[in-house]
């Protein structure tokens, strides 16, 4: 598995501290306008698109909008909420959350 | 080889550039080379409008299917620029074949289309994804400047740059502009007039453990700087320009080094992100001045809701096949009707064999061309509309999970639709799908959706095998028979598109990823442009094709070997006489019998074996072969072997049709035989100007072709089944 991070060491592998133990959130999992900040990206190769759109480790997004039919989703991207980006649920599903 | 196919994609791009050329001898005055690039939705376009206007030429990247806009702009009175403006990217590392064009041009400085300097466009409402663009260019080593469009967008969203700050910071001269309302065209222009150093600011330097391989390939291949010689460490196997010897050269080095370019991309651009925010942090303040929600959002809810969101798309696309249908039909008339007045004043005052070559020939040739403008500029205001505001962005973004199983994009459903009127237009329309296969399949399977033209052939033969009998109460049966037919085109349409989808292998990733753009007002001035640039390249790339052929159809329906035509007409005239016939009668004879001792005929008595088992015979086969120029000719071709006339009305046609008797003297078009040759028109392609279309779309012959072998056989072998099963 191929990681993306700003900080190290990798958080992703720190214990959690949420109380689930679950598989970690990503951003297929947020609810309708809940807030999330990237942890890490899991596919390289979509990672470099994903880098490029700004989606870089340690930057928060919002689930802004579902397509009627639930795919693809809109993100609102950056902490000043610099753009919206759209994305299919099997690309979100490779931006993991903190 | 590939050294050699550059310099011939060379020498045509140089041929191109060479009216600029003699422009600049009446205009004294450097001619620089500018390139446009930036983001998607940042302005580029608008900005490429407001420099060149209609001094704008489309022409092909070498190789791929990319259109290569150029134009020329007065900068001042002594100097002009030729603009190159460049597909819209978010990043100099290429994610699909289309963007390659960029990296091609920027990579090869010895080439004679290097730019002189870049302008990059950048949306100030949202700098920070724009910039990052910006400093891969400017680390580049070209000479830059930075057009901050949007200026009024990011002041109401509260967003403050501090414009000398930043242009201190970039170390590149800055333009704060507003593209769509012309705001900074004339700062700009003076800035683009004057001779500009490279970039002063690095914003990215390549870790030290890369500089020794960095180095070798930058002295190896004379580059300019180390970015330069990074980026050909990372690209080497996607740059046209290079040797196969030189690959192999990189690629060693690379393995030397144990380069591993995904993850320096990605180092890359987070290092360039964080460079970035440092210096926005010093440039730009925010103030949230509004704390409604965008107005964007609340329209999205609903534009893009579940029932309204689609209810308002299909409302929008009703409109749009209205108007493809129905408005194109009165300026379609017209132009028909002007090419029938010439041709009428042309025969009526001249005579000769090349008299009828200009008139039946080429200036029909011409108002076939000619006949398509309605549709095309009506479809296509359309689309730069929905592009313009925006909302194609959310059509996508409803259609995608729909049409994604079929292989096709949420954008697929403009073309297809568009189709059910004329696949011409349709077929330009899947310019708007980004990625390369998507466009390829909706491309490929457009003309199966049944168009327009095929109309008249559905109803003369529905009508002669159908009984006109309610069903149901409210529904006719011939009614569903064609609406039947309509289906048909459409599963075949959605079912192929789901075979090429397994089959068609790509190297190429897709991704959906991308920007959701806001709500805009259109431009109208871009929306003018689009339609005459779309015209444009339909008339002089489609419209040589389709010219061609029907000279070509032409010649091969009015000649014949020999003196064969001659005695046709003179055996025609005589038995003619013989019965008593009217004259009238007699000339429809002679028509009738002209065709069949022409080429034509011939061709069609030589393919009768092969369609006898779908129940045709030669005088079917001479109709298929005349439909080529366009389905609807298949009632007049008819109706000319039936010796009918040509101006005989559906009617006449019908009863001629069914008086046709076979060998044993029973009635020649039975229900198997009517049905065969109606799944055959479903299916088949015959049409040189979706031919054209497709020609020009893809630019090459190979999928015009395959689209034709797979249509046609596709229709051979239902019409088979029909007939074999009905008989």
Not at chain 2, 113 to 131: E, G
Not at chain 2, 565 to 588: D, K
Request: include cysteine; charged fraction near 20%; glycine fraction near 8%.
């Amino acid at each position: 598995m191929f990681e993306v991070n700003l900080n190290n060491p990798p958080v992703s592998k720190r214990q959690p501290q949420t109380p689930t133990p679950a598989a970690p959130r990503s951003v297929k999992d947020l609810q309708l306008g809940e807030s999330g900040t990237i942890c890490c990206l899991k596919d390289p190769e979509m990672a470099l698109k994903l880098l490029e759109m700004g989606c870089i480790p340690g930057t928060q997004v919002r689930l802004n909008s579902r397509a009627p039919l639930g795919c693809p989703i809109t993100l609102v991207v950056g902490d000043m909420a610099d753009y919206t980006l759209s994305l299919r649920v099997s690309e979100a599903a490779t931006i993991l959350l903190k | 080889m590939v050294g050699g196919q550059l310099l011939s994609g060379r020498a045509g791009v140089g041929v191109a550039g060479a009216s600029p050329d003699v422009n600049a001898l009446r205009h004294p005055g450097p001619l620089t080379r500018i390139a446009l690039v930036g983001n998607p939705n940042s302005g580029k376009s608008s900005l490429f409008n407001q420099l060149t206007g209609l001094n704008q030429k489309v022409g092909n990247f070498p190789g791929v299917t990319v259109d290569r806009k150029t134009g020329t702009s007065q900068l001042t009175s002594q100097h002009r620029a030729e603009i190159i403006d460049l597909p819209g990217t978010y990043s100099l590392y290429p994610k699909s074949l289309d963007e390659k064009v960029i990296t091609d041009l920027f990579y090869d400085q010895t080439s004679a289309q290097y730019p002189d300097f870049v302008v990059v466009t950048a949306d100030a409402s949202n700098l920070r994804r724009n910039l990052l663009l910006f400093t891969q260019l400017a680390d580049m080593g070209l000479p830059t400047v930075l057009a901050l469009n949007m200026m009024d967008v990011a002041e109401q969203h509260g967003v403050r740059i501090d414009v000398a700050a930043l242009q201190e910071e970039l170390g590149v001269p800055i333009i704060p502009m507003n593209a769509r309302k012309g705001v900074g065209i004339a700062a700009l222009k003076i800035v683009m007039a004057q001779t500009l150093g490279a970039p002063k600011a690095h914003f990215y330097e390549p870790e030290e453990e890369l500089l020794p391989m960095i180095r070798q390939i930058r002295y190896y291949f004379n580059l300019h700087n180390d970015y330069l010689a990074l980026h050909y460490a990372h690209q080497y196997r996607h740059i046209s320009f290079l040797t196969a010897d030189d690959r192999a050269y990189i690629q060693e080095l690379t393995e030397q080094y144990g380069f591993e370019p995904t993850a320096r991309q990605a180092q890359e651009t987070i290092d360039r992100y964080q460079r970035i925010n440092e210096i926005l942090l010093n440039c730009v303040s925010v103030t949230r001045t509004e704390q409604n929600e965008p107005y964007s959002n609340r329209l999205d809810r609903v534009l893009t809701h579940k029932v309204w969101g689609y209810l308002i798309f299909f409302g929008v696309l009703f409109l749009m096949f209205q108007a493809v249908f129905a408005w194109a039909s009165y300026p379609m008339e017209l132009i028909d009707q002007g090419v029938a007045w010439i041709n009428g004043f042309i025969q009526s005052n001249f005579d000769g064999p090349l008299i009828n070559l200009l008139t039946e020939g080429v200036l029909a040739g011409l108002g076939g061309v000619l006949i398509f403008i309605p549709q095309i500029a009506l479809l296509f205001a359309f689309i730069a509309v929905l592009e313009e505001t925006g909302y194609m962005a959310r059509v996508t973004f409803m259609m995608d999970r729909i049409m994604r199983r079929f292989g096709l994009n949420g954008k697929s459903i403009v073309p297809l639709i568009s189709g059910v009127a004329c696949a011409v237009p349709a077929i330009m329309s899947a310019r708007t799908i980004e990625n390369r296969k998507d466009r390829l399949i909706t491309i490929f399977v457009t003309p199966l959706m049944s168009c327009s033209a095929r109309i008249p052939v559905y109803t003369v033969l529905i009508g002669l095998v159908v009984p006109d009998e309610p069903v149901l109460g409210i529904f006719n049966l011939r009614g569903i028979a064609l609406m039947g037919l309509y289906l048909l085109g459409f599963f075949a349409a959605i079912l192929s598109a789901w075979a090429m989808k397994l089959l068609l292998k790509t190297t190429e990733r897709s991704y959906f990823i991308m920007e959701f753009p806001v709500y805009r007002w259109p431009r109208w001035k871009n929306v003018g442009i689009t339609i005459v640039e779309k015209v444009k390249a339909f008339v002089f790339q489609a419209g040589k094709v389709i010219l061609a052929i029907s000279i070509l159809l032409w010649v091969l329906a009015s000649y014949g070997p020999g003196d064969a035509l001659e005695q046709a007409e003179r055996r025609a005239t005589t038995e003619g006489r013989a019965q008593g016939l009217s004259t009238a009668e007699i000339e429809s004879r002679v028509a009738s019998e002209k065709l069949e001792s022409s080429y034509a005929g011939i061709f069609g008595h030589f393919i009768e074996p092969g369609i006898r088992p779908l129940g045709f015979d030669w005088k079917v086969g001479i109709s298929l072969i005349t439909s080529f120029a366009a389905r609807e000719v298949f009632v007049g071709t008819m109706s000319t072997i039936y010796s009918v006339g040509q101006d005989a009305d559906q009617q006449t046609v019908q009863q001629k049709l069914a008086a046709e008797k076979d060998e044993n003297g029973q009635p020649f078009f039975t229900p198997a035989r009517a049905f065969s040759l109606l799944v055959f028109y479903v299916f088949a392609m015959q049409c040189m100007s979706t031919l054209a279309a497709t020609y020009r779309e893809t630019k090459g012959w190979k999928w015009p072709i395959l689209q034709m072998l797979y249509m046609t056989g596709l229709a051979y072998v239902s019409s088979l089944v029909v007939y074999q099963l009905l008989k």
